[in-house]
């Protein structure tokens, strides 16, 4: 079974504009991680949000989470054409396996 | 860093053959795991092995299925008697995790299996 959810199923937005996308789990976590999946490849660690952590940066990618809520969030500003992929939340269960939500697929038009 | 490396690419049996996939995480890392992806999905976790233990096993993982990581290096993933609904990605992922050391999954390409 997955954890989490990725909200929305798909979006689609013009090169330069700015992508968000929202997760909601289940069950208590220690981190939260957003990954990146180009088509056919596996997948890529973007960034990663510890429970006591409300915010974090890197590079364009801003993640928020509100454990209250179970949620999480990640914007993608400025995106450009290679930010086309598909976008997963994945969380850490106690039992320190990972469980991914059904993704978000991201398509930036040139 | 020469990465996770999953073998074959892809796989294309009959239905009621066995199939085995192979997984070389990256050198360093203690963890091990195994996920599986259909289309449209997000990976599902089947397994995980620290260093050369079998640490866990989701409930997807039927009798048919069965992982090994001899020596704490390489691991495979082996399917008897495939069924179609066995069709999918299945993806390997290494990371490095310890008291003080915690490292994000890093994952192969995916083995895609075709069950005709």
């Known amino acids: 079974s997955q954890q989490g959810e990725e909200d929305p199923q798909a979006l689609s937005i013009q090169e330069g504009e700015n992508a968000t996308m929202n997760c909601s789990y289940k069950?208590?976590?220690?981190?939260l991680q957003w990954y990146r999946q180009n088509s056919g490849r596996g997948l890529v660690h973007l960034i990663l949000i510890r429970s006591n952590e409300r915010e974090k940066h890197s590079g364009r990618l801003r993640v928020t989470l509100d454990t209250s809520k179970k949620s999480s969030s990640l914007l993608i500003t400025a995106s450009r054409a290679a930010d086309t992929a598909s976008y997963f939340c994945?969380?850490?269960?106690?039992?320190?396996?990972?469980?991914f939500g059904t993704g978000t697929s991201l398509t930036v038009i040139p | 860093d020469t990465g996770v490396s999953q073998d074959p690419r892809h796989k294309i049996t009959k239905r009621g053959q066995n199939v085995t996939f192979r997984c070389d995480p990256i050198?360093?890392?203690?963890?091990l795991y195994w996920y599986r992806q259909t289309l449209g999905q997000g990976p599902e976790f089947l397994t995980y092995?620290?260093?050369?233990?079998?640490?866990?096993k989701s409930r997807l993982l039927s009798d048919r299925f069965s992982a090994e990581r001899p020596k704490g290096s390489f691991s495979t993933l082996e399917i008897q008697r495939t069924e179609q609904g066995d069709s999918a990605m299945y993806l390997c992922?290494?990371?490095?995790?310890?008291?003080?050391?915690?490292?994000?999954?890093?994952f192969g390409n995916g083995t895609r299996l075709t069950v005709t």
């Open positions: 994945a969380t850490d269960a106690a039992g320190n396996q990972f469980y």
């Open positions: 050198s360093e890392h203690n963890r």
């Open positions: 992922a290494s990371s490095l995790t310890g008291l003080m050391v915690y490292s994000p999954l890093h």
């Open positions: 069950t208590s976590i220690n981190n």
């Open positions: 092995f620290q260093n050369e233990a079998q640490l866990e």
